[in-house]
């Protein structure tokens, strides 16, 4: 079975194509033709990761399309979990990661509370069902970037149970606890289940 992955990173492709079960072929949206950029107009994680998974759906005008999609962001619990679904822009246009940790720095300055989670909520449809695999990790958010590795607010995080941020632990660590990795996780048990 074909299964479209609504992303054009092929690092993300890569990753998750080995965790897939051996009938399922994983293309990209460059697989596919989908070359812009899909738009991510949605108030919430769970809605932006719904419109990436249809906006190919409508693309490719076909309704037996089988696709997901991913949408993840940083929800800091002080800010009212801001920056949330604008997690990629925090700090204004064009996206700048640099810029991001200096704003939720500056931001968490005056607070105590430095609780926080990264969140990934994955889109599945399949036969015209939607379904859907939420990840989560909580964390703390450091006083200053610390580590060289991943990306986004990485610098930043810390996970539960740990005294690295995500930048300090390195790719290995970090992809076998993240968020992103459980909702993955869960999507391709499901996948396994459900498929003859
Ligand atoms: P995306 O939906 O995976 O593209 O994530 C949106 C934004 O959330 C990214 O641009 C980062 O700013 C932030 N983010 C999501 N996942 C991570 C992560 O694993 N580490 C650091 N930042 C992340």
């Known amino acids: 079975m074909n299964l479209i992955f ?18 399922i072929v994983l293309q990209g949206l460059q697989d596919v033709g989908i070359t812009q950029e899909i738009p991510e107009p949605g108030t919430t994680i769970k809605e932006n990761s719904f419109l990436k998974a249809n906006f190919v759906i409508d693309f490719l005008k076909n309704k037996n399309t089988s696709v997901f999609a991913d949408d993840s962001g940083l929800e800091v619990e002080a800010l009212n979990n801001a920056p949330g679904v604008y997690s990629a822009r925090y700090a204004g246009t064009p996206k700048n990661d640099d810029a991001n940790n200096k704003k939720l720095l500056q931001e968490l300055n005056t607070k105590t509370n430095r609780k926080a989670k990264f969140v990934t909520i994955i889109t599945l449809i399949l036969n015209g069902q939607v379904h859907y695999f939420e990840g989560e990790i909580k964390g703390t958010i450091a006083f200053e970037p610390r580590g060289n590795t991943g990306f986004g607010y990485d610098p930043l995080f810390i996970p539960q149970g740990y005294r690295s941020t995500f930048a300090e632990l390195g790719a290995e660590v970090k992809n ?21």
């Open 6 to 23: 609504a992303s054009s990173n092929k690092n993300k492709i890569k990753e998750i194509s080995a965790l897939m079960p051996s009938n």
């Open 176 to 196: 076998s606890i993240s968020h992103r990795a459980i909702a993955v996780k869960k999507l391709v048990e499901y996948l396994k289940n459900s498929q003859p």
